[in-house]
């Protein structure tokens, strides 16, 4: 299965207007961003737990990193509640559930085969620092290495912002609206856009928290190699 596989082609999707689709775990549903593969795959979905709801215990041989939406997301290594940023690297094992019911957005297959740190983050209590070149711009450093840099960015109303994404950006809008260049991105819309591209946005007039994670998109063509391999 592909679906918005050309890394070439910068990509806009509403999520919300995208219909739920039955993943194979009863109560479980699935929104695809984008993808590579069938069950094993290198994907971005939004995933949809119904209260009740869990996954089977599995192994994350090319690791996962998610964001919790909605609701709490737990597993047998804790709970994890709106705001939550994790990464499961290469090798780690849960079982995926949810008491209450969940919404999180969800990264598959896009580690770095090495990778065995494990990041669990509440974004809600952590203090957001001054943009050092954006006036107008806060940002919560989530992770960095020498492949990527994720972060939330908080923009004040009406705010333009613009840099540079040489090795390819992705932005999730958690709150408010943002537009970049002609697109008009509301909560939980997602924005790839590729190699050398530059990144112009503008926040709405209540302001925008985004998600944001650069550099990634230059080791692409290795992810989907990994999962080719399987």
Known sequence: MKIAANFDQRVVVHNETLPW????????????????????????????????????????????????????????????????YVRNPPQSTHKPGSENGCIIFVKLWQFQPADRAHVRLQTNLMESQPHQRIAGVKVIALYKDEFEEVSLLHVEPNVQFAFDAQGGAELLVLAGTLTEHADQLGKHSWLRSPINSKINGKAGADGATVWIKTGHLTDVNKQISRVSNL
Do not use: K
């Open 21 to 84: 689709v039955a993943s194979p775990m009863p109560g479980v549903d699935r929104r695809a961003l984008d993808r590579v593969g069938d069950e094993v795959a290198r994907a971005t979905t939004i995933v949809r737990y119904a209260p009740n709801s869990e996954f089977s215990p599995h192994v994350h041989t090319g690791g996962e990193e998610f964001v919790v939406l909605e609701g709490v997301f737990q597993d047998e290594h804790g709970d994890y509640p709106a705001g939550s």
